[in-house]
Nanobody, 123 residues
Framework: EVYLVESGGGSVQAGGSLKLSCAVS???????MGWFRQAPEKEREGVAI???????YYADSVKGRFTISRDNDENTLYLEMNSLKPEDTAMYYC??????????????????WGQGTQVTVSS
């Protein structure tokens, strides 16, 4: 079983930065991992994913502002968010699955999800 616990969310003003962390336990070697978000009354969307070879993929809306990284020694997934905008406000979730679906910035196979961490960006 895989367990994911996010942290690092909070409230910032537009232009600010936050770094989210996702502590991972369980077997995730060669897994695809990623960050997803869901704003009120909107569907969940992929933000950034990292495949088992370390290749990175981002949503167009966050390219150049967000950076996903993975520390296998610490079993932690990160999302560094800079130049935050009000439209980045959402609940952010980390997730893991056997494969990435790059064209949809999604996951394939049994998915594991954290409980989420709230990010609020004020104008």
């Amino acid at each position: 079983e895989v367990y994911l616990v996010e942290s690092g969310g909070g409230s910032v003003q537009a232009g600010g930065s936050l770094k989210l962390s996702c502590a991972v336990s369980g077997y995730t070697v060669n897994y695809c991992m990623g960050w997803f978000r869901q704003a009120p009354e909107k569907e969940r969307e992929g933000v950034a994913i990292i495949d088992s070879d370390g290749r990175l993929y981002y949503a167009d809306s966050v390219k150049g502002r967000f950076t996903i990284s993975r520390d296998n020694d610490e079993n932690t997934l990160y999302l560094e968010m800079n130049s935050l905008k009000p439209e980045d406000t959402a609940m952010y979730y980390c997730a893991a699955a056997p494969r990435c679906v790059v064209q949809f910035l999604g996951l394939w196979g049994r998915n594991y999800w954290g409980q989420g961490t709230q990010v609020t960006v004020s104008s």
